[in-house]
């Protein structure tokens, strides 16, 4: 069978990728935040306080990348860095209550847009297609 790029996953996934990536940074633009760094801030939201490294492992971003989305986040005084309790080269990221409450903002709208992108999926087919695409992306590892 001759390869056809429009039914290879790859291609299939970069456009919708590219879709989406599109449609939620026109959402986030008002507020001053790119979807990298709503990333960023929404593993803090969850767990505020985490180190550098770990943030590198959650998000799946290099060191050096990680560290300039850090860096613009803390001049629009979103989020912190402090010395590690226990560790004098590292710094943990927190968030600043303008950060926190940049949640209540932004949330709600990548919900909306969660909505639009699974409104012809069933709950099922959106959950069964999260799990397709995390052993996906757990394979791509080796």
């Not at 593993?43 to 850090?70: A, H, P, Y």
């Not at 909306?112 to 992108?117: A, E």
Request: charged share 25%; proline share 5%.
């Amino acid at each position: 069978m001759p390869f056809d790029i429009e039914t290879s996953v790859g291609f299939l996934l970069a456009k919708a990728h590219q879709r989406l990536f599109a449609r939620f940074r026109d959402i986030l633009m008002p507020h001053g935040v790119t979807p990298p760094q709503f990333a960023l801030l929404a593993f803090l939201w969850k767990r505020d306080g985490l180190s550098q490294t770990e943030l590198t492992e959650k998000t799946e971003v290099d060191r050096t990348t990680l560290s300039g989305l850090i860096d613009r986040l803390e001049k629009q005084g979103l989020v912190a860095r402090i010395p590690h309790p226990g560790d004098r080269r590292a710094y943990l990221v927190t968030l600043t209550a303008a950060g926190r409450k940049l949640e209540a903002e932004l949330t709600p709208l990548a919900m909306s847009l969660r909505q639009q992108i699974s409104a012809d999926l069933t709950a099922d087919e959106y959950e069964q297609l999260c799990q397709l695409l995390k052993r996906m992306r757990g394979a791509c590892d080796d």
